[in-house]
């Protein structure tokens, strides 16, 4: 029995699987009912990974970093500074549920595969490259893109600037320039709320 189950895809499938119905914890905590998901938040993060124009930066590998950086949390959740989990507590037990999803591919005759998803979620982590960095960028960008979108849902009734602190370490001249446009849009987004109010 259990021989079999380690023959099949589906375990390592039930692992993406929660991807999909794990919320952003996040926005949780700032009373957004029904908020996206994990897997929601890194397929947009993946398809901004391949508008990148900077020939010094290989967007395929964005784009794979980008579809595995958050995978660990199929296991552990989205952890957010509210739980008070040390950063160095965060990364190991990250890394640990990595090595537990990706243990589950090495049965199926794919130990390459799952050790390039570990150095994938690693070089994230260690922002030891221009594509890890890149993606950093792009992570923290469409977590304010996603902001704007629930305060438009709301019409203005959830301030939540507290999220924009992230643009200020966006490094890359390509996603700055996102982060303005995002940022002018809402900065006349909420005139126009204040106007309505008077």
């Known amino acids: 029995m259990n021989a079999a189950k380690?023959?099949?895809i589906v375990p390592f499938l039930d692992c993406l699987s929660r991807l999909k119905t794990t919320p952003?914890?996040?926005w949780?905590?700032?009373g957004i009912e029904k908020p996206e998901s994990i897997a929601d938040h890194m397929y947009r993060m993946g398809i901004l990974t391949m508008l990148c124009n900077d020939p010094s930066i290989n967007?395929?590998?964005c784009l794979k970093i980008a579809v595995v950086h958050d995978m660990a949390e199929s296991i552990v959740g989205d952890i957010t500074p509210h739980e008070n989990v040390s950063k160095e507590e965060k990364h190991r037990m990250e890394s640990e549920a990595m090595?537990?999803?990706?243990q589950q591919l090495i049965p199926l005759n794919l130990s390459l595969q799952a050790e390039e998803i570990k150095e994938l979620f690693l070089e994230y982590e260690s922002?030891?490259?221009?594509?890890?960095k890149?993606?950093?960028d792009i992570d923290k960008f469409e977590m304010i893109a996603q902001m704007f979108e629930y305060?438009?849902?709301f019409n203005g009734e959830k301030d939540l600037s507290q999220f924009t602190w992230a643009g200020k370490l966006i490094q890359h001249p390509l996603v700055k320039g996102w982060l303005n446009d995002v940022l002018q849009e809402r900065e006349q987004f909420w005139a126009s709320v204040r106007q309505k109010k008077l």
């Not at 922002?127 to 890890?132: D, K, R």
């Open 24 to 26: 952003r914890t996040g």
């Open 6 to 8: 380690s023959l099949s």
């Open 59 to 61: 967007k395929e590998r």
């Open 134 to 136: 890149f993606v950093k």
């Open 151 to 153: 305060e438009r849902k």
């Open 28 to 30: 949780l905590y700032h």
């Open 127 to 132: 922002a030891s490259t221009p594509e890890a």
């Open 99 to 102: 090595v537990s999803i990706t």
